[in-house]
């Protein structure tokens, strides 16, 4: 009898235990890990810059602050006499924190004035550790190299911000870089590295702009703004192709903008009321909030830049701002609440971007402004070659030997848009055509294949999440 009691109590306890295990394993599921990882594993810093940031990214935003410590090893260069970290480097490591709520921690590396690298110093940095509950990921280890970077063959996943698409996403292939710049930091840029002058609108929340017959901001009230709420807007349900007039043309064609060029001539330069678009919803069941309305004239100013003058469209007073051209850059950008401010990288540093953008399409009555998820730009001076997959040509047999004159190149911004991609509309799931890919020639002469190879980004269980695209590129040749 009283092994039978033991017996039965082993039983239980057996049992006990597998369900207090099967509970575990369900929380393992329902609660995949957290991985740190670099963005990419390496990075060149080239003789014209000074600094370059580096990042760690979560897999998932951090419930508390995370610490995380690298390693840092050197190789012909010395700490404080070649360069500096910010954060410092303390006993060849350099402490990091994830604040509660984010994804990513960075530092920045500057190198010193007046030192002479060969292009053959680097320095490998390395997480060493993270904090509770986050580990460490595959991508542990990044060495930056101080010369210029040409990736042979690169895997990335772009940082668009998740499912609410709240980043703008610029990408060096060659570099293995990306600049994620929040949507919603700049409403209008200033074409800067060339003769003319040119204004484009923020087509990555919406924007429209149309000309009233007014030169005077402070004289313009909301009686001139009649019927613009139903015309100057993207209508998702309904467009009309009259509003067509009121955005940049999705090609990159400056004389085919809202805002027309800006004269040398101060009062041929027309006051426009500008839909500022919408922002970045709170989840995706969430509405985009309305960004509002502003009046803005732009004119020369006499240092050879531009004038930004903009108010509420009942002030009867006005904010100037003063954006300086550079020709380091294709644009430089304007925000109404901050000023001028950096947001693109310098032209050569940059081939595409992904982004939520103010496209066209045509639903049979002619084009009609909509807005679209997932588009990638070109960068102007890049141009893009569709390649489609057939008997004798894959992704991975194509050579630089197939690139020959019947291979047409295309520069126009919207030369890929959604072509890489195949619904994501009203009620289609979206996906990645896998029937196609690309070959790429950037500002300084490399081909590469590109091959988008994931539309979204998920870590199971969890359901795939838009806003996290990703690409492999292989490099061809150099003219």
Known sequence: MMKMKITKAMMFATALVVFISSC???????????LANFETAAQGITASENSITIKIKLSAAASAAIPVIL????????????????????????????????NEASFTLTKKAGRPFDGDEKIVFEIFSTGTPVIIGGTKQLTLTFAELVAVTTTQTANGGGATYPNKVFIDISAERQAAVNRTTWDLGFYSSGADFNVILNSAV????KQINKTDLNAVTAADTIGFGADVIFNQNTPTTTSLAYIDYPDGDLSKTAIKPVSATANDNKVYIINMGKG?????TALAPDRGWKKVR?????????TLQHADIAATTFTSVDIAKDANYHFKYASFQTGAINIEPE??????????????????SGEVPYLFQDIILLNRGVSVAKVMIAAGTTYENFAAANIT???PFLTAQNAIAADWRAGGGPGVAPSVRTDRFYVIKDADGNYYKLKFTSL???????????????YEATWLKKD
């Not at 954060?87 to 990091?96: T, Y």
């Not at 919406?206 to 702009?209: D, P, S, V």
């Not at 970045?280 to 995706?284: D, E, G, L, P």
């Not at 979204?456 to 990703?470: I, S």
């Open 280 to 284: 970045v919803a709170a989840n995706t």
């Open 405 to 407: 004159s019947s291979l």
């Open 298 to 306: 732009v004119i020369r100013n006499t240092t050879g830049g531009y």
């Open 24 to 34: 575990r394993d369900k929380d393992a599921v329902s609660a995949p890990d957290v």
């Open 206 to 209: 919406g924007m429209m702009a």
């Open 456 to 470: 979204t980004n998920t870590t199971p269980p969890a359901p795939p999440e838009r806003g996290n695209p990703a």
């Open 347 to 364: 032209k050569n540093k940059w081939d595409i971007a992904w982004t939520y953008f103010s496209n066209v399409t045509n639903f049979g």
């Open 71 to 102: 390693n840092v090893t050197e190789t012909a260069v010395a700490y404080t006499t070649d360069y500096t970290t910010n954060p410092a480097v303390a006993g060849g490591k350099i402490s990091l924190t994830v604040p509660s709520g984010s």
